[in-house]
């Protein structure tokens, strides 16, 4: 299995009392799936993921990437799995903004020892995700759409085998992010697990699973295409 | 990983982490020259007064072993006069009876005696200033004469000159006094005293001189071949300065000369007081702009933590170790620093340099460079200090970047 996810839980404190925004959530993934999570604004999505990439600490539980426990890793080793085995797209914009889209997207190479040179690849990505013409530019200059677009084709860079993606298609057109969709989707069919956070009912179309969150809890674990369902709720 | 097998195209720069800091300034120009600015003029205060403060105390050395006389003595009156003419090369002129060298050299403890004699040149003569004009005896000399750069060709003759070290004038040139034009025929070493702007001839010489002032209609108030300026004086070793300083007095005063003397060790000491609180406050200021310097650089570093947050959140979440984020805090602080100190070293090199003759004129102390491979190790610990004050000023900035769970600072930084 490449992902387990053990009662995974992460309390935060509001005023004097905890609360649990993640709650005992348990799931798996396999290689090459293509799963979302649902679920209201506050239920603990971003907290989950987070909790997963292992830039949060858990109150309890356990998550294994590959057989590995990612909360027992050291710092060496924990951030060369980040490196190369996780990509991450996260909620808010996260390009470099004093490095080029180009120079963005090639970094997370450079970050652990490496022979080879990623341009090529990078310039392919810029290429696929739509957005080669701006490799020169810098951040800026660059719409939303355009940003997210840059944080895909870097969690990207080195073929993770799980990519994390909180919103990609938040606050993009219709028609931008049916091409966001679409593009996930070709990455899961080319082997890379993705874990996709998204408010799109739409979204499940292209999902193998989608996982409804609530308050913290895994409430549904919906299969195919589950239109309809909570939908109401999101 | 399917990017190892890719061949590496064209030129592409590595992205490493010193790069990523060079983009970060480079992009943020402003701020960076505000900051390299800031360290510059640490850097320039810094190495300016470890030279200066060599300097003097070079100075000081340099006066305390080569002031050949153990006393001076001087007409009534003229201590100060003589004294800046000493020290600074002050232009000054007084006199008294010639007898005096005689009735010195008799009193007991007393090894040496020479006489010296002061004219003023005009300032139009031979430079663009006025330049004291030094009569010294050869044959009894022992204080001009340790200083005189390779060896004359023979004593001193008449119309000849002896000139200091900070006159341009090479041997075989000629000067020009009162309308006569006398030929170099030696130069002196640098001494970080007034002897650097003088001139230096034979009694005969500067009895010329005279005769030649009085046809130009200025009369210096002396008697013709009787008059002289100064007595240098040596003493044993192991003198007793009172004691030696009491006998002249008294024998002096039994010959109804009236004189003041002026004893080196007490020059050397007044002086040493002088350039000693000035290297004080030459170190207090330079602690002071340190201290000012890493307090105003860490409230910039501290106050760009924000923005930077969420770059090192980023860094992070893309695979950096914490090793690579200090290394990129602290190399950005090491560039702002280095770059801001070798600016900061150049100008002082620009400015140290070619003025030094005027930094020394007006401080108005004896100023004597140090060696270059001194002033090499003064620039060198300068660098290092001042290039220190970026990484320093990091410190807490960093520490509390590493520290910070990285969910929480990738929303701070939002
Ligand atoms: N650092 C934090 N400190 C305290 N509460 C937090 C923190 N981060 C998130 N929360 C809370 O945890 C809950 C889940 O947040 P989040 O995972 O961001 O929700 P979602 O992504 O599903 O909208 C929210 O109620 C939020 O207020
Ligand atoms: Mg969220």
Redesign the interface.
């Known amino acids: 299995m490449l992902l387990e996810v053990n009662q995974l839980t992460r309390e935060y404190k509001r005023g004097r009392e905890a609360f649990r925004a993640v709650d005992e959530v348990s799931f798996t993934m396999a290689d090459g799936e293509f799963v979302s999570i649902r679920g209201r604004s506050g239920s603990g999505k971003s907290t989950l993921l987070?909790l997963i990439?292992g830039?949060?600490?858990p109150t309890g539980g356990s998550v294994f990437l590959d057989g590995e426990n990612i909360f027992e890793l050291d710092?060496?080793n924990y951030?060369?799995?980040?490196?190369?085995k996780l990509g991450?797209v996260?909620q808010?914009q996260?390009?470099?903004?004093?490095?080029t889209v180009m120079?963005n997207v090639?970094?997370?190479?450079?970050?652990?020892k490496?022979?080879?040179?990623?341009?090529?690849?990078a310039a392919a990505l810029l290429e696929q995700v739509g957005i080669a013409h701006l490799a020169k530019a810098?951040p800026a200059q660059l719409s939303g759409g355009e940003l997210k677009r840059v944080a895909i084709a870097?969690a990207l860079?080195?073929?993770p085998e799980l990519l994390i993606a909180d919103e990609p298609t938040c606050d993009l057109d219709l028609q931008t992010t049916k091409e966001v969709l679409e593009f996930l989707a070709s990455v899961a069919q080319r082997g890379t697990a993705v874990l996709m956070v998204t408010h799109e009912a739409d979204a499940s179309e292209y999902c193998n699973r989608t996982l409804f969150m609530e308050s913290g809890k895994l409430v549904h674990i919906a299969s195919g295409n589950p239109s309809g369902i909570f939908c109401s709720a999101i | 990983m399917s990017q190892q097998e890719q061949s590496p195209k064209g030129s592409k720069k590595k992205l490493g982490i010193i790069t990523i800091a060079c983009c970060n300034l480079k992009k943020k120009a402003v701020r960076t020259s505000c900051l390299m600015g800031l360290v510059a003029v640490l850097s320039f205060t810094l190495f300016s007064g470890l030279i200066l403060t060599t300097s003097l105390r070079g100075g000081m050395e340099s006066m305390r072993q080569r002031l050949g006389a153990d006393f001076m003595v001087v007409p009534d009156g003229n201590q100060a006069k003589f004294e800046g003419a000493l020290l600074r090369g002050e232009p000054g002129t007084f006199y008294f009876g010639r007898d005096t060298t005689k009735i010195l050299s008799d009193i007991e403890g007393i090894i040496k005696t020479t006489p010296q004699f002061f004219i003023t040149s005009l300032s139009t003569d031979c430079c663009s200033y006025q330049v004291q004009l030094i009569g010294y005896e050869p044959k009894t000399d022992f204080v001009i004469a340790p200083w005189i750069s390779g060896q004359l060709k023979k004593d001193l003759e008449k119309g000849e000159l002896v000139v200091g070290s900070k006159l341009e004038h090479q041997v075989g040139d000629t000067l020009k006094f009162f309308g006569r034009e006398y030929v170099v025929a030696g130069r002196l070493q640098e001494t970080g005293l007034g002897f650097d702007t003088s001139v230096f001839m034979n009694f005969d010489t500067a009895e010329n001189v005279l005769d030649d002032a009085k046809i130009k209609g200025i009369h210096y108030r002396f008697n013709k071949g009787d008059s002289i300026s100064a007595v240098m004086v040596k003493a044993e070793e192991g003198y007793d300065v009172s004691a030696i300083n009491n006998a002249i007095v008294d024998r002096l005063r039994e010959a109804g000369i009236k004189a003041d003397v002026v004893a080196s060790r007490t020059i050397v000491t007044t002086a040493s007081d002088h350039i000693n609180q000035f290297i004080f406050y030459v170190k207090v200021f330079s602690v002071m702009l340190w201290v000012l310097a890493v307090v105003l650089l860490s409230v910039v570093f501290t106050f760009s933590v924000h923005e930077r947050k969420k770059e090192i959140a980023v860094l992070r979440i893309l695979g950096a170790t914490k090793g690579k984020l200090l290394q990129l805090i602290f190399g950005e602080a090491a560039l702002i620093g280095t770059g801001g100190a070798l600016v900061g070293l150049s100008l002082a090199f620009l400015v140290l340099f070619p003025f030094s003759t005027l930094i020394s004129l007006t401080l108005n102390l004896p100023f004597v460079l140090p060696p270059p491979q001194r002033i090499a190790f003064l620039a060198m610990l300068s660098f290092l200090l001042t290039g220190a004050a970026g990484p320093a000023a990091s410190v807490s900035s960093a520490y509390r970047i590493v520290k910070n769970e990285i969910q929480a600072t990738m929303r701070e930084g939002e």
């Open positions: 987070n990439t830039l949060l600490q710092d060496r951030s060369y799995l980040r490196n190369s991450y996260s808010v996260s390009a470099l903004s004093n490095l120079d090639r970094l997370p190479f450079f970050l652990s490496r022979d080879g040179e990623p341009s090529e690849r810098y870097r860079i080195l073929s």
